[in-house]
C-alpha cells in the first residue's frame, strides 16, 4: 500500500496536521521537526495525493501557461523562468502552445479550465475577449504576457515596447543611417509598440518612412520569423532609395533579414545595418553578431510567476496589476559602424 500521511506521523509520533504543515512548508514548523519529517518522507518514498489535496484546499498546485510559439527562445525562456519560480513553492506548470492559431489557443485554454489549473498565463494570438470572459466567468484568476488585448483589463506583464522601437531605430539614426525600414509584426500589441516608437523616433530626427519602408511580416510574427524575414528583406532591397538600415520586429525575422542582405552580395552593417529584438542567446556565434533590444525575457517569466503565485494564493479579488519591463540595447557588428 502506498504511504499515507497518518502513516508518517504516527511513525514519527507527530499529529497529522504537523506533518501536513510540514508538506506545504507552514513557517511554524520547527527546523529540527521539518528536518526529521522530510527525511521520513524521503525514506519511505512518500507522494503527496495532489487530487485529494486540491479537494480539501480548493487548490490542484498547478498552473497553467499558453504561448503562440514553445520554439522561439523568447517564449523558452519565460516558460523555463517561471517554472523555476514556482517550483520553490511547491507549484507546477502545464504548458502548450497555440502554433499562433487563435481558434488552437480557445481549445488550449479550454483544457487548462478543466484542468482546473489555478492561474493561466496566456501569450495571446487572439482578437476575440471571449475566453478571457470565459475564465473570468469561472472565477479563475489570469495573466496576459508580453501582448495585451485592447478593451481587456487584465494583469499584465512585458515589456515597453514602443521604448523598444524607440531605441533600436535610434541607434540605426546614430549610426549614420538616414533611410531606416522596419519589418514589422502583425496586429498584435507588440508590434503595433514596436511600429509607434519607430515612427516616433523618426519624427523626432526629422525623418520619415518613405514609401515602401514599413514591411509586414504576416500572420506569423513570432512563430517560424526567420522564412518571413527573409521575404520582407527581399522586397526592401527592391525599394529606391534602398535601405541603409533596418529594424526587424524580432530576432528570427532579423536573421532571415540578414541572410537576405548576404545572399544579395551586400555587407553588415556597411551597406544595411540591421538590429532586432529579444536577444536570443545564439546571437553573439552568428558569422555577423546581431545587434537586438534585449526584452528582459527571464525577468517577465519571473515576474509572472510571482504574480500567478499572489492570485493563486489569495482568496480575494485583487485589482489588475501592469508591470512593464524597460528595454535594454544590446550593440554587436550587425549594426556598429
Not at 4 to 16: C, Q, T, Y
Not at 122 to 140: C, G, H, T
Not at 259 to 269: E, F, Q, S, T, Y
Request: contains cysteine; charged residues 25%; hydrophobic residues 40%.
Amino acid at each position: 500500500m502506498a504511504t499515507r500521511l497518518k502513516d508518517i506521523a504516527e511513525d514519527l509520533g507527530l499529529s497529522v496536521i504537523t506533518v501536513s504543515k510540514v508538506l506545504r512548508n507552514h513557517p511554524d514548523i520547527a527546523d529540527n521537526t521539518r528536518r526529521r519529517v522530510l527525511k521520513r518522507m524521503q525514506e519511505l518514498n512518500y507522494q503527496p495525493n495532489t487530487a485529494a489535496r486540491s479537494l480539501v484546499t480548493g487548490r490542484t498546485m498547478t498552473l497553467g501557461l499558453v504561448v503562440p510559439d514553445l520554439l522561439h527562445p523568447f517564449f523558452a525562456v519565460i516558460a523555463n523562468a517561471i517554472t523555476t519560480e514556482i517550483r520553490k513553492h511547491g507549484y507546477s506548470l502545464l504548458i502548450a502552445s497555440s502554433d499562433e492559431e487563435p481558434e488552437l489557443e480557445v481549445q488550449e485554454i479550454r483544457q487548462m479550465l478543466a484542468r482546473r489549473v489555478d492561474v493561466i498565463l496566456v501569450a495571446s494570438a487572439q482578437w476575440s475577449l471571449e475566453s478571457f470572459r470565459q475564465i473570468e466567468e469561472q472565477k479563475v484568476p489570469y495573466v496576459l504576457l508580453d501582448r495585451r488585448l485592447s478593451g481587456l483589463e487584465a494583469n499584465y506583464i512585458g515589456v515597453d515596447d514602443e521604448a523598444v522601437g524607440v531605441l533600436a531605430t535610434e541607434h540605426l539614426i546614430e549610426q549614420g543611417c538616414r533611410f531606416v525600414a522596419h519589418i514589422r509584426g502583425p496586429e498584435v500589441s507588440t508590434a503595433l509598440g514596436r511600429l509607434e516608437g519607430y515612427r516616433r523616433t523618426l519624427a523626432s530626427y526629422n525623418l520619415t518612412p518613405l514609401p515602401g519602408h514599413i514591411v509586414t511580416l504576416g500572420a506569423s510574427g513570432d512563430h517560424r520569423g526567420e522564412g518571413g524575414g527573409y521575404q520582407a528583406a527581399q522586397r526592401l532591397l527592391a525599394v529606391q532609395p534602398r535601405p541603409d538600415g533596418i529594424f526587424c520586429f524580432n530576432d528570427p525575422s532579423a536573421l532571415g533579414a540578414m541572410r537576405a542582405i548576404l545572399d544579395a552580395g551586400l555587407r553588415i552593417p556597411e551597406d544595411i545595418a540591421v538590429i532586432g529584438c529579444g536577444n536570443l542567446p545564439s546571437s553573439d556565434f552568428l558569422r555577423v553578431p546581431l545587434s537586438s533590444v534585449d526584452q528582459g525575457s527571464e525577468s517577465i517569466g519571473k515576474q509572472a510567476a510571482e504574480l500567478a503565485l499572489q492570485l493563486a494564493q489569495t482568496k480575494l479579488p485583487l485589482p489588475p496589476r501592469a508591470e512593464l519591463m524597460l528595454p535594454r540595447l544590446v550593440v554587436r557588428a550587425s549594426s556598429r559602424r
